[in-house]
């Protein structure tokens, strides 16, 4: 990279582990023509070197590098989330930001959950454990439902991906 210097920060000259942050402009990037698809940057075609302090480094590569898709809108946010979430023992920072970037605060559905007919479930545990949230509500359905079991069903809805499915869970 070709930069033109803009700032120089430094960062904690009185403590350990101080540096500099220093702000550039990248004005002309060099690269070979392997790293592209598309005419794009493909990261898995790098040879990405992280530093992570003393003489530590870390190489991005494999596994290690993850496409993450951007978000389609803006969500709630954490501020919009009802105290009784936020202040769970059982939900994670995580969670919480996948409850908080549903476009708008859901409404509790009257339908649901709705069982497949013939459906069987084990303990909360068992269920809770095998990953089924489904099953866990099955489960807990005649007993009354306190928060944190909801809170529990949620975050196995929520590890995944089903937020429609935990929020409703959180709603109940």
Known sequence: MECKFLENIPLGRNIGGNGNLMLVEVVRLHIAESALVDGKIHPQRLDLVA??????????????????????WNGIGFDALPESITS?????G???????GVKELPVRDENFPHFPEGMNA???????????GLGALYAVRNISQDRRRLHQIAKVFLAQNQVEEAWQTLLM
């Open 88 to 92: 769970s023992d059982i939900l994670t």
């Open 51 to 72: 530093r992570m302090g003393y003489n530590w480094y870390a190489r991005a590569h494999g596994d290690a590098v993850f496409e993450l898709a951007k978000p389609r």
């Open 122 to 132: 084990d303990s909360l545990e068992v269920e809770l454990q095998a990953g089924n």
């Open 94 to 100: 995580n969670d919480l930001a996948k409850l908080a």
